[in-house]
């Protein structure tokens, strides 16, 4: 049985840090892209970042370039999102993703073939 498990969500003021981490089991996903996506309360889930097999290539949502960074240990079927700078309109349930068909990520949540449960993300101002 495949799982994406996340840890490390919280509440953190604006201004503060948190470091998500996602590890995998079940199957390896290191010839896969992985990535990170977000949903607010009313809205719809968006892709917040992505990472490429081999970590070589990286994307972000605009609003959270410079800021986050993705990352990953193949070794550890392990994926991360550093979020630095937060603000109170990132907070939201935070999720990893992972694809088995693709090499580099796309924004699409359809893409992707496995999800965590999702982590709980509060910025307050």
């Known amino acids: 049985q495949v799982q994406l498990v996340e840890s490390g969500g919280g509440l953190v003021q604006a201004g503060g840090s948190l470091r998500l981490s996602c590890a995998a089991s079940?199957?390896?996903?290191?010839?896969?892209?992985m990535g990170w996506f977000r949903q607010a309360p009313g809205l719809e889930r968006e892709f917040v970042a992505g990472?490429?097999?081999?970590?070589?290539?990286?994307y972000y949502l605009d609003s959270v370039k410079g800021r986050f960074t993705i990352s990953r240990d193949n070794a550890k079927n392990t994926v991360y999102l550093q979020m630095n700078s937060l603000k109170p309109e990132d907070t939201a349930v935070y999720y990893c993703?992972?694809?088995?068909?693709?090499?580099?990520?796309?924004?699409?949540?359809?893409?992707?073939?496995?999800w965590g449960q999702g982590t709980q993300v509060t910025v307050s101002s």
């Open positions: 993703a992972a694809t088995t068909s693709k090499l580099y990520p796309s924004a699409r949540v359809g893409d992707y073939d496995y």
């Open positions: 079940g199957r390896t996903f290191s010839h896969n892209a």
């Open positions: 990472i490429a097999w081999n970590g070589g290539n990286t």
